[in-house]
């Protein structure tokens, strides 16, 4: 781990020619769609692909697939693919889950959504989850001892979850899955791809259009990742992210009589819980006996800026404040959630595969953690960025994926679209991502709060039907105006991103 800087460095250095090639008998391959069993309105059906994409020849397993045949066949365009993000977000339950498209796509599109390998019913990466809820507590690594802990840990995880899995679970980067699109995209007679992908596959659309230029056709990426940070500028960004939506929220209830807090000094209170959690002194809500610590009180806060659902955040503020017993998660952690089951599928491995994030020992954790603090004195850390960090710890060197600036030449334009106030992928993540690409890179800024920009009022949603379908792209510099969070519930369902990367097992409820 501590030849990163080598390693990215000479990652540099490649060209676009020393990418690897999709092999041939990729394109060969078909899907037998059937009515799907959880839903008979819609397809699904399964790709073989290989483990290995460096050994077409080997062991193979199925991805899972489903699509919503496009509603006027006539009108057609072709195939969208879709990603909801995470690492670990299921494509085949985002076209069973209603999708949130408006008709001016899905009249025109077949919308297919697919499991990335490693996630859901694509040879799941498996767990024990008895051991995912020992993992130690990302703001609970005090000493070098409790380092070594951790690395001792993450150590007997990994094995645990290489044991369960097999083969696959060294194979699960994403730019294999990049390689597994572009054979869903041949399977499904599409000479060009058409896609969206929300948060982390954002990621999958940006190496699509690196390795794979001429082959596409539109590329939607909605919340961008930023594939090109190490380690202290990864933490940094994900901090100063977090805290923005923080003060956004305080904004917010400052402004809004309906707040739970309205009128309160929110920081204070929020300051005094966070110190509650660290005395032991909080119980998960609805789950007796279940400590309320400080990495999930913050978790609390960073889930509801995803909405963003600031009144449900200020009640279960002011509930766990007064102990009235009122209060509602709003996301949920396995070591509190009910039916608990024996194994769960781990999508954390995907993040550890496409991100080298080292830290040499305790000393160097505890400056980034400090670090951290100054830029979000509020939320401390971001509840995505440095459990995930922690959990990857310890991950041997070379890693599949690792980081790179972007090299996309080539390609149609492609349209990226990011809120100013996103807890996850950072405004600044989306600037950085559209510099890398360059030319063919279009930003559509979207003035509000939340996390994903499609759905949220008619003027980003509009933008990107508008490009999907006539590939007409917003002019250059084109800015959304916000829908007040106090009106975001009515919005028409958007395209959900799946689980939060570094949580497994975490559920939300916006509802």
Known sequence: MRRTALILGLLGSLTLSLLPAVPAFA?????????????????????????DWDEPDGETFELAVARRKATDPGARIGSLVINPGGPGGSGVNAVLGGLGFTPELTSRFDVVGFDPRGVARSHPILCSAELARQAPDTLSIDS??????????NERYRQ?????????????????????????RAALGDDKLTYYGISYGTLIGQLYAERHPRRVRALVLDSNMDHSLGTKAFLDTEAWTAQDSFDEFVSWCEATA???????????????????????????????????????????AFGAFYGPAYQQLAELLAA?????????????????????????????????????????????????????????PDMLVS???????????????????????LRVSGTPPLLLGNALHDPATGYPWAVNAARQIGREARLLTYEGWGHGVYGRGPCPTEAIDAYLTSLTVPAEGAR???????????????????PMPGLPGWTYDLS
Request: with cysteine; net charge negative.
């Open 27 to 51: 394109a060969t391959e078909s899907i037998a769609w059937a009515p799907c069993p959880e839903d008979a309105t819609a397809e699904c059906g399964t790709l073989t692909v290989p483990v």
């Open 144 to 153: 070098q001892a409790a380092f070594d802990a951790l690395l001792a840990f």
């Open 160 to 184: 645990d979850c290489r044991q369960r899995t097999g083969a696959l679970y060294d194979h699960v980067d994403t730019g294999s899955v990049v390689r597994d699109l572009d054979a869903l």
């Open 258 to 300: 309906a707040c739970a807090l309205h009128g309160r000094d929110v920081r204070a209170v929020w300051k005094e819980l966070l110190a509650r959690a660290d005395r032991g002194e909080l119980e998960f809500p609805g789950a007796p006996g279940v400590p309320l610590t400080r990495m999930t009180l913050v978790s609390q």
């Open 320 to 376: 766990l404040e007064s102990g009235a017993g009122t209060a509602r998660p709003i996301v949920t952690p396995p070591a509190a959630a009910r039916g608990q089951e024996q194994v769960i599928n781990d999508p954390t491995r995907i993040f550890c595969q496409d991100w080298l994030l080292p830290v040499r020992d305790h000393r160097e954790w505890a400056r980034l953690l400090e670090r951290s603090a100054r830029i979000a």
């Open 383 to 405: 509840a995505a960025a440095h459990p995930i960090t922690a959990a990857c710890l310890g991950t041997p060197a070379p890693i599949p994926n690792p980081q790179h600036r």
């Open 480 to 498: 959304c105006e916000a829908v007040p969070p106090s009106e975001a519930a009515p919005l028409r369902a958007r395209p959900l991103p799946g």
